[in-house]
């Protein structure tokens, strides 16, 4: 492992921040560099998971059957797409999307935190099913009920990898 630490001007505030760069061999996905910048003055900050391997494009599809599948490390990267079908929830890259590294309990937390922010901002219909979201993320999160996390990558630079 090799780490890199420098300094560059925020986009935000135009103080300096602090850029790490931490090269790393990680088994079954090859050598990949993950960054993290923070602004001490502003709070702005990034985090990515570059992969510096092209190994051709994926689709992994990992059933999470009980509470010890949710452990199984996730890693994104900016161009996967994720889908957990039996809760009706994708993430999709775009340009502004981030890579990651977590576990299956990580990633419906993200989920959760979507749905708990739309349940706010929302009324009627649409609270509604924010609301059931939020329940079925939940579920999921306890182990209540068996589902799938598909993630595809164009890239394939993504994987789910079984503790």
């Not at 960054?35 to 003055?41: D, T, V, Y």
């Not at 929302?122 to 609270?127: D, T």
């Not at 789910?160 to 503790?163: A, E, L, S, T, V």
């Given at each position: 492992m090799e780490e890199i630490?420098?300094?560059v001007?925020?986009?935000?505030?135009?103080?300096?921040?602090?850029?790490?760069?931490i090269y790393i061999e990680i088994p079954k996905f090859g050598r990949t560099?993950?960054?993290?910048?923070?602004?001490?003055?502003?709070?702005?900050r990034v985090n990515d998971v570059v992969p510096l391997e092209y190994k051709g494009a994926s689709k992994i599809e990992y059933k999470v059957k009980g509470l010890r599948d949710?452990?199984?490390k996730v890693i994104r990267s900016k161009s996967a797409r994720i889908v957990i079908p039996e809760l009706g929830l994708e993430l999709t890259p775009g340009p502004r999307a981030e890579g990651f590294i977590t576990n299956v309990e990580g990633v419906l937390d993200r989920f959760l935190c979507i749905a708990e922010y739309l349940y706010e901002i929302?009324?009627?219909?649409?609270?509604r099913r924010a609301k059931n979201a939020i329940d079925k993320i939940k579920q999921a999160m306890n182990g209540e009920f068996e589902?799938?996390?598909i993630m595809e990558d164009e890239l394939g630079n993504s994987a789910?990898?079984?503790?």
């Open positions: 630490k420098y300094n001007l925020c986009a935000c505030c135009g103080y300096s921040l602090e850029v790490k760069e560099v993950i960054i993290s910048m923070l602004c001490a003055n502003c709070g702005y949710l452990s199984a929302s009324s009627g219909v649409a609270k589902f799938t996390i789910i990898i079984k503790d």
